[in-house]
Every structure is written in structure tokens, then in C-alpha cells.
């Protein structure tokens, strides 16, 4: 369960949001919504951790996230704006290295299979900087396959994205909720996911 | 498909104690030497810079064998060290950008755990290579079988040192603007010591009183660093993401 109390964020000498809370439970999705700067990303990144919040708390299961640490770190996954992919490796070695890192061990054929899974069969040994844009976020997005965390936190998962794309994200992340995961994330576009309590928090100036 | 590859994540994400961190620190490390070896001018970058600043001394001051003996140490060390400098600025500026770093603080594994990967790649990219050239540059000084060695010895010992030390400069001054002239700024007061140290090994070996104890206290000062280093690193990339 992730809950948010009272959370304030102040970017240079501008208040974005400020008594802002919510609670999130297992099979929960909250969608975050509002213009362009109202603190959309600012709030996700407080909520994995990356940047701690100017007032307030945000709790997992109960306890201060500040307080967890690596606890806390594996149960987030997080896709932000940039799709941290190395321009010069290639995708199976971006999704390779990208795995080691959140400390799961993917084989060269695991991988090669999630990337076919992705719609990128046959791209594998190409290095990411051939790739289009759409098929760098779906390098990125393949994260989601073996991710074992229960919490996705998804900054515009969506760009990019062609629309069978589109509606195979819905699906993962549907499926996800159903298993018990939580999911936060922004969208510009109205994305219909099959399953799932949603919530909407609107951020306004 | 989702469900059954899932089933056999958890060993391996369980196991992240011991084994597992080293295996996230050998990733580190093997991703940025292999994209050092898909952008091979940024290395060959300091390694030619070290090399012809090296050799423009000899050039300059002309063929006095006992002038050039004695500025020895101290040119080969300091040409080593703008080296060194040459490349600390893209240490984490990639990872910055592309939002790699983003996901190294969030990863599971303790993030000094990964600083070191990336530094222990810097080293062996950019450090590694001048303290093997070193012996070849230092027979245009004249110098000593004996005193290559030392030198080189100086080397292995100063050059992870400049690296550890550097990271936290470059740590420091990512995403500022002109961040290249504060990294230098930064950076270069603290690389005194290693100076000091390591270009006072090869003079004692020249002449004559013994290169341990200058030594001793280079390998101490790495030490130390290897453990305060990434500390402060950390701190400083958290900062900078904030």
C-alpha cells in the first residue's frame, strides 16, 4: 500500500502542488493528470525516491519510504521520460545490462525472446541509435516483462508508441494490476487498461 | 509466458546478497568498457594527449641528459594528471543525460557499489594505458631501468587514485553549466598529494634514498580513498538529481 500525505513540491521559488495526498492499494492505479509544469513528473519522482519531498511523507506498507531504502528501491519500478538506453550498445545489451542492474540475471536467448515479445524480433544485434523512437521505448518497456516489482511508476508511458503498442502496454500493465501490482502513472492520451480501481489526481495551478 | 518467466525471477533476484552484488558491479563495469570500445576516440583521447605532452618537454628544453633525469617524475606525473582530467568530465555526464543514472540510484544494489563499477572502468580505459605507455615516454628522459619501474610503479598505484578522486569532482559539477573549467578547478587541489607523493617516489629512487616510503604513503592515500570516494560520490549524484 503507498500512501501520500500532505505532499508539497516547490521548484526555484514556485510552489507546484502543495496538501496533495492519496492512498494506493494493491490492484490500484492512480493517474496523475494536469497541464504541462504543473509538477506531474516532479510528484513521480518524489514518490520512487529520487528527490525527497519539500513537506509531507509518502509511506510503503505503513513505513516512511526515506527510512526503507533498498527495501523500497526493489519494490518500485520506474520508466521515466528518458529511456536510459546506451545509443551504442545494442538492445539485447541495453536489456541485458538494464536487468543486471535491478539484480535479475537475463540469458541471451531470455532476451532475445522478451525483445521479439516487444515487437523488436529480428533488431536485437542492432545498436539502439538505428532505432526509431517507438522502438526505443518499446527497448524500454520491456523492463515491464520481467520486472518482480509490485509498484510501476510510468512517466507518458504511452509516447511514442503506435497504437498496437498502445494497447498491448494496457494489457501488461492490466495484467499487473490483476496479479495484486499498483501502477502510477501520466498520460496525455485517454489509454483504456482492462483492469484495475483507478483514481485520478488531477494537479492544478 | 509473462507468468512462467516471472516464476523463475525470484532465485535470481533473492540471491542479490553477495554473488548478486557482484554481479551488478561486473555489469557496470563490462558495459562501459564495452561502450568505451564502440567510442574508441574518447580513449584514445587522454592516451595521446599524455604521450605528446610528454614528449614536447624533451623537444623544448633539448638534449641535456641531466636536466631532463631531473624534471622527469615530476613532467610524466603531472602530464598524467591533466590526462586523467581530460576524461573525468564524461564519467557520468552520458549517464546523466540519458537517464542511466536515474535508474543506477534506484537500482536495489547500493549505489557506491556501482560508482566504483564505473570508476574501476574509467581506470582501466583511461589509467591503465598511461601506466603501461609510461616506461616507453620515460626513456626519452633518460631515466634508470630501476626508475622506470618505480615510475610505473607510482603510476599503478596514483592512477585508481585519480579516479576515485576525480569522480567526486565530476560528480560534483554534473549538469552545471562550463562544469568542464569548475571539474578542473575542483579537482586539480586535490590531486596534490598524489603529486607529491607519487612524482617523490621516482626523485628518491634517482636519488638514491628509496622509493617505499613515498610509496607507502601513495597506497595509503588509495586506501583511504577507496573507501571516502564513493561515499562522497554518492552523496553528490543524489544532489545532483534531486
Known sequence: MLTAIDLACVRGDRRLFAHLGFTLESGGRLHVTGENGSGKTSLLRMLCGLSPPEAGEIRWHGETIARQGDEYRKAVLYLGHHNALKEELTALENLRTTAALSGVAVEDAEGVELLGRVGLAGREELPVRFLSQGQKRRVALSRLLWSTSPLWVLDEPFVALDSAAVSWLADIVGAHLSGGGMAVLTSHQEVEIPAGRAQTLRLSQ | ?242
Open chain 2, 1 to 242: 509466458m509473462r507468468h512462467s518467466l516471472a516464476a523463475n525471477l525470484p532465485a535470481s533476484a533473492a540471491e542479490h546478497g553477495g554473488l548478486g552484488a557482484m554481479r551488478v558491479l561486473v555489469a557496470v563495469i563490462r558495459r562501459d568498457l564495452l561502450l568505451a570500445l564502440r567510442r574508441k576516440s574518447e580513449v584514445l583521447t587522454s592516451l595521446f594527449f599524455f604521450v605528446i605532452v610528454v614528449s614536447l618537454f624533451p623537444l623544448g628544453i633539448g638534449p641535456e641528459m641531466a636536466l631532463l633525469r631531473i624534471i622527469a617524475p615530476g613532467v610524466l606525473w603531472v602530464a598524467a594528471l591533466l590526462a586523467a582530467m581530460l576524461s573525468l568530465q564524461r564519467l557520468f555526464a552520458a549517464d546523466y543525460a540519458d537517464g542511466t543514472l536515474e535508474q543506477m540510484v534506484l537500482s536495489p544494489a547500493p549505489l557506491g557499489l556501482l560508482v566504483m563499477g564505473k570508476v574501476a572502468a574509467h581506470w582501466l580505459v583511461t589509467g591503465l594505458p598511461l601506466v603501461l605507455i609510461a616506461p616507453l615516454l620515460g626513456l626519452q628522459y633518460d631515466l634508470a631501468p630501476q626508475a622506470l619501474g618505480i615510475l610505473m610503479l607510482s603510476l599503478l598505484i596514483g592512477t585508481p587514485l585519480l579516479s576515485l578522486i576525480g569522480a567526486i569532482g565530476a560528480a560534483l559539477t554534473l549538469g552545471v553549466r562550463g562544469g568542464g573549467v569548475l571539474l578542473s578547478l575542483l579537482t586539480l587541489p586535490l590531486y596534490i598529494p598524489a603529486l607529491i607523493f607519487g612524482a617523490g617516489a621516482v626523485e628518491a629512487d634517482i636519488s638514491g634514498l628509496g622509493a617505499v616510503g613515498h610509496l607507502s604513503l601513495l597506497a595509503a592515500l588509495l586506501a583511504l580513498s577507496v573507501f571516502f570516494a564513493p561515499w562522497a560520490t554518492t552523496a553528490s549524484l543524489r544532489i545532483a538529481l534531486e
